[in-house]
């Protein structure tokens, strides 16, 4: 009796050591990470996670999924994420629109975008192109905007939507040139570009992601990047900056966040680790075909990064009285 006795004493403590083992494993080992991506599927937050999240898993040694968990303009996914564990389990593919342009026009979230995230670094920019219908007649910043004044509300400009980072950017360069363009707002980048293309509206903002392609075709013409300064990959094209609106910078991001309270040696890890990913030469070159510019950072700049962005545009937002809510 007494030796059964001692059988399930030790059999008990045995089994509570090992639950107890199994709660504290150590970070990443305990379960598949995962990247929510706030947009649909094919975008270029998804794509820039799914190239992340497939090296990531293998520096780590541990599964790494992206989940896309798209509405409300993000605001679905973020929410989600910003009310998980802060176990490093859960991390964030943001951008622009949800963490710059998103908070400037929207008064209702059901989070803070600063205080209920842990930053771990930006990954990379991607400015946002000036392109106009292939028989426009301006070709540069200064043509446009001398037709633009010579022709006052005549000249509209697309964007994907009322808030959208395309839209506040063009009401950026409105109020920096000096002119007025028509605002014409469309479900989406892909309808905006279809119909400058056609000729149906005169200009717009996309990113360079989004252009690309009719770039090359012929079906779109380029007047100048919305970057800080010219891309690698379009050496000739002059900025808007430099060609006239001095100062004036229109370009989306990518980052990466956690819900925050996540450990700091955890975004340190995986700050460390997603760098060295994207200092690769192989996923330099993917991003670079997506016109992507590889830009990490550590944490606190880019905690610095997101408030400057969020100030920014909440300003232009201001200004023109642009509120989706």
């Known amino acids: 009796m007494k030796t059964m006795l001692k059988n399930i004493f030790y059999f008990s403590v045995f089994a ?42 293998i520096a780590i040694n541990q599964s790494v999924v992206v989940e896309n968990r798209a509405g409300a303009n993000g605001v679905i996914g973020l929410d989600y994420v910003a009310k998980s564990m802060p176990d490093g389990y859960t991390l964030l593919a943001t951008n622009l629109s949800s963490h710059g342009t998103g908070p400037a026009v929207s008064r209702k979230l059901p989070y803070d975008p600063i205080n209920d995230f842990s930053p771990i670094m930006l990954t990379s920019l ?40 395309n839209h506040l950017a063009s009401e950026l360069l409105n109020s920096m040139a000096a002119i007025k363009m028509l605002h014409v707002p469309y479900k989406g980048d892909t309808p905006a570009m279809l119909d400058v293309m056609s000729g149906t509206v005169d200009v717009m903002l996309p990113s360079i992601v989004a252009a690309t392609p009719h770039l090359k075709s012929g079906k779109l013409k380029a007047i100048a990047m919305g970057g800080a300064s010219r891309s690698p990959y379009w050496p000739d094209l002059p ?9 004036y910078v229109g370009a989306t991001w990518g980052g990466l966040l956690a819900p925050a309270g996540t450990p700091n040696e955890i975004i340190a890890k995986l700050n460390t680790e997603i760098t060295r990913i994207l200092r690769s030469q192989e996923v330099q070159t993917q991003l670079a075909g997506l016109g992507a510019e590889i830009n990490p950072t550590s944490p606190e700049e880019f905690k610095r990064f997101l408030r400057s962005e969020i100030d920014k545009w909440t300003k232009v937002a201001a200004v023109n009285n642009i509120v989706i809510d």
Request: aromatic share 6%; net charge positive; charged share 10%.
């Open 239 to 247: 900025t808007i900056s430099e060609s006239g609106v001095n100062g």
């Open 126 to 165: 991607v400015p946002m192109v000036l392109v106009t219908r292939p028989n426009f007649p301006a070709k540069s910043i200064s043509e446009l905007i001398a037709y633009a004044k010579s022709n006052p509300g005549k000249v509209t400009i697309a964007s994907a939507g009322n808030g959208s980072s």
């Open 16 to 57: 509570i050591l090992s639950l107890n083992a199994s709660w504290a494993q150590p970070w990443p080992t305990k379960q598949p990470i995962k990247i929510i991506v706030p947009y649909p599927a094919g975008g270029a937050a998804d794509v820039t996670a799914r190239i992340l999240a497939v090296k990531l898993g």
